[in-house]
């Protein structure tokens, strides 16, 4: 299959005064239409950076090298205006922290409605019947409730369903998902492992989850990549990456895991 | 409980009642149990259980509403700060995040030989060979010692956190979700590192933590925790095979198992909702809400709330629908 999403060689680094740091080191990697693909790796390896590299969500002081190649369509050298095209509407991200990723001052209906607003052009009446949809979507009781509450006086695990409904409110066709189970609860997360399945089941959405946790790849993952260092270590189709690692830090990354 | 051993530590009927804004929560209700000599006994539970609350009037961090705590048999729930100071000695707690935890601006060597100066038990010159001691005990190069918390990695920060708790000699650790904020790499070598020291220095040990595959590894029985109650209470080995209440067995179901053959093969029992109100627990079960045996237990789950009864030998749970065998 072609893929979707073909990154090739990327590199970040940080200049500051005791010197540089490579974060990500010639990273390649894909993702094919309706995949998901799990991004593993510990404190520090790159994951984070590296996918906030491919819609070049990082501070001036990131030095960017590489390709992204979205349906051919080089990322990395595109100029703002086009890039801001593509953030949200092609590539939509879902963060770790749902209490400081949402906006505390503004409703819930406030968010959905912004960017239903500002990327689809909707009308006020539209906005409000899109949002209620996009709650039920995410699997949010009551919704029509819902809109009117503020981000401080949801659960974790409904804020995160907020955030996802944020994230999928302007149709992306991949969604980043960077830790977004860490903070919650283990019988919440079940659910919001669930919910992303399924967000690539019904809409056909391709997913990257950022994870340090191999339980949740072993839950939702096709394709593995494990980075190591900034580098990729090994990549491999999710069972074979468990029954056969090749790699020694994935071995290691493994039985640290399964032989506590 | 005649010619049984003294437990080390002893909670009985515990309240700690939060007042807010919103209202009163019972963070803690009616919590009983009991640490034995020698044993890892973890409290396990998502957040908001209450497990932390426990830990915080084990230690008198906070003050409890109601109940006792018996430490070796003293009471130790009414004890003036002072009276409480030398068996302050016998109790340690590693919480955990050490980066909040440790002071930034004392050398992590300061920090560690801080309790032996406060308990003014040894000079100077016994005080730095202790810490050199517990720093080789914990895995630390003696050279960390003149290093500040913020200069070493997360694992070493946990190491230091280990030695000040540890440096003592305590009977009781409390620890307060310790390896949590780790790598798994790290978490590994520090509940090994745990495992070697309790062997070492023989403390019992209270260990908090929302993480059930942590606790297989290091506890030898565990209570679990639903919104300030024990609705269970069992051997580790029991606990995993045979989970009595349907929250215990939700929380097994929801930790994703680490091998995608297995995880994919295996039919989760979903909670419905998100838990409750705390400051409006439900009638009688506080844990029907979310229940899937709910149909099943009502209306007696609605009126009575289930006490904790022991259904096998030294495993109790709290469920109207689980009865002894």
Redesign the interface.
């Known amino acids: 299959m072609t893929p979707l999403l073909e990154v090739r060689d990327l590199s970040v680094s940080f200049a500051n005064e005791q010197g540089t740091v490579r974060a990500v080191d010639r990273l390649s990697f894909t993702l094919a239409p309706r995949e998901v693909l799990a991004v593993v790796g510990e404190s520090g390896a790159g994951k984070t950076v590296a996918a906030l590299a491919l819609v070049r969500l990082l501070p001036r002081s990131a030095v960017i090298e590489g390709h992204v190649l979205l349906d051919g369509l080089d990322l990395l050298a595109l100029p703002a205006r086009g890039l801001r095209r593509v953030r949200g509407n092609q590539i939509a991200f879902v963060f770790q922290e749902p209490a400081t990723a949402l906006d505390p001052v503004l409703t819930v209906g406030n968010q959905i409605g912004e960017v239903l607003r500002v990327r689809r052009g909707l009308t006020r009446q539209e906005t409000r019947a899109r949002a209620v949809e996009l709650l039920r979507l995410v699997h949010v009781p009551a919704p029509g409730q819902r809109l009117g509450d503020y981000p401080h006086q949801l659960s974790g695990g409904t804020r995160q369903r907020v955030l996802i409904a944020l994230a999928l409110a302007s149709d992306p066709r991949i969604l980043i998902a960077d830790e977004p189970t860490t903070a919650l609860d283990a019988t919440v997360q079940a659910g919001i492992l669930d919910l992303l399945r399924e967000t690539r089941d019904r809409l056909g959405t391709a997913i990257v989850v950022i994870t340090h946790d191999l339980g949740v790849v072993a839950e939702i993952a096709d394709r593995v990549l494990v980075v190591h260092g900034g580098r990729a270590a090994e990549e491999a189709p999710v069972l074979d990456l468990f029954a056969r690692p090749r790699h020694p830090y994935t071995v290691a990354l493994l039985s640290a895991t399964r032989g506590l | 409980m005649t010619g049984v051993e003294t437990p080390m530590l002893e909670v009985d009927d515990l309240v700690k009642r939060y007042r807010t804004g919103r209202g009163v929560v019972r963070a803690v209700d009616r919590v009983t149990f009991a640490l034995r000599r020698g044993e890892t006994l973890g409290l396990v539970g ?2 908001g259980g209450g497990k932390s609350t426990v830990a915080k009037c084990v230690l008198r961090l906070v003050e409890p509403n109601e109940g006792t705590i018996r430490l070796r048999g003293n009471d130790i729930t009414h004890l003036s700060r002072r009276a409480l100071r030398p068996l302050r000695r016998d109790l340690h707690i590693v919480f955990q995040d050490p980066l909040t935890s440790l002071n930034p601006r004392m050398t992590c060597g300061t920090a560690v030989a801080e309790p032996l100066r406060l308990h003014r038990l040894a000079d100077r010159k016994a005080r730095d060979a202790r810490v050199a001691e517990i720093f080789d005990l914990v895995g630390l190069r003696r050279a960390l010692r003149y290093r500040y918390p913020h200069e070493l990695s ?1 694992g070493e920060r946990q190491r230091v956190g280990l030695a000040r708790a540890l440096v003592l000699r305590p009977s009781v650790l409390v620890a307060d979700e310790p390896v949590s904020a780790l ?3 790290v ?2 070598s520090i ?1 090994a590192l745990l495992r070697d020291l309790k062997d070492e220095l023989g403390f019992s040990c209270l260990f908090i933590t ?1 993480d ?3 606790v ?2 290091i506890c030898d029985r565990v209570a679990v925790m639903y919104m300030g109650k024990i609705v269970e209470l069992a051997s580790t080995g029991e606990l995993f095979r045979a989970p009595q209440h349907p929250y215990t067995r ?2 097994l ?12 093969a295996r039919r ?1 029992e ?2 419905a ?3 409750p109100s705390p400051f409006a627990p439900p009638s009688g079960c506080r844990f029907r809400t979310r229940c899937p045996l709910e149909p099943f237990s009502a209306p007696r789950s609605t009126r009575e709330e289930p006490p904790l009864l022991e259904v096998a030998p030294g495993h109790l749970v709290a469920c109207h629908l689980v009865r002894s065998a």
């Open positions: 998502e957040s997360g790598d798994a790499s978490r590994a509940l929302h059930l595959t942590t297989e590894a939700a929380l179901a929801a930790a994703p198992v680490p091998d995608p053959r297995v995880q994919r989760r979903a909670l909702g998100d838990p």
